[in-house]
């Protein structure tokens, strides 16, 4: 089971760009990074998924080094509506990873005007 | 475009009772979840289907049932609710192909 480390919170002013870094030191080989976003009162959604080098889409970055033991969500010129918490998951895509795919308690990042 | 609905947003319980979380889809998605939510946690897995007629325990079980009749739907049933069961609950889905999981809005429940 793949365990991942987040820092508990951060805190940024808006505009600028935010880094927040996973580390997943036990990653399989067949293990992809997920990254979700969650606000107060919601399910998480969705952000970017990587498996090694850099993903980009419309709403972030992910940076993952070729040892893949750790990963980095960048959001670029925050605004205060980026305030939830992100949550990184490592695990399998098929059914047998299924049940090992965790969520620990994520990052906390709080846009400060 | 619904997604993932989950039904009741809020409940309330006396110890002891019984209740069922619903939980329904229309993206055709294989797999479907239960999650548990405590306050300043991550969520945790209660049970698990990837397909109609198979379900499977996650991290947390004890205390729930799960059954899968149909692709769309997927409840949970609280058996005899306790106090430790007060929680926020999300279901969600995703398809086989993509490692992708789609949520819904919760059911944020109180058991007294």
């Known amino acids: 089971l793949a365990k991942t480390t987040q820092p508990i919170s951060m805190d940024s002013y808006e505009g600028q760009e935010v880094n927040i870094t996973c580390s997943h030191n036990n990653i399989a080989t067949n293990d992809y990074i997920t990254w979700y976003q969650q606000f107060p009162s919601q399910g998480p959604r969705f952000i970017i998924q990587g498996y090694k080098t850099k993903v980009t889409n419309e709403v972030a970055s992910l940076f993952i080094p070729a040892d893949r033991k750790s990963s980095t969500l960048s959001l670029p010129r925050v605004s205060l509506s980026d305030t939830a918490v992100y949550y990184c998951?490592?695990?399998?895509?098929?059914?047998?990873?299924?049940?090992?795919?965790?969520f620990g308690t994520g990052t906390k990042l709080q846009v400060i005007p | 475009n619904a997604g993932v609905t989950q039904t009741p947003k809020f409940q309330v319980l006396k110890t002891g009772q019984s209740m069922t979380l619903q939980c329904a889809q229309d993206?055709?998605?294989?797999?479907m979840s239960w999650y548990r939510q405590d306050p300043g946690m991550g969520l945790r897995l209660i049970h698990y289907s990837v397909g109609a007629g198979i379900t499977d325990q996650g991290e947390v079980p004890n205390g729930y049932n799960v059954s899968r009749s149909t692709t769309e739907d997927f409840p949970l049933r609280l058996l005899s609710a306790a106090p430790s069961q007060t929680s926020v609950y999300f279901c969600?889905?995703?398809?086989?192909?993509?490692?992708?999981?789609?949520f819904g809005a919760g059911t944020r429940l109180s058991v007294l």
């Open positions: 969600a889905s995703r398809p086989v192909a993509k490692n992708i999981q789609y």
């Open positions: 993206m055709n998605h294989e797999y």
């Open positions: 998951l490592v695990g399998r895509g098929d059914s047998g990873g299924y049940q090992k795919v965790t």
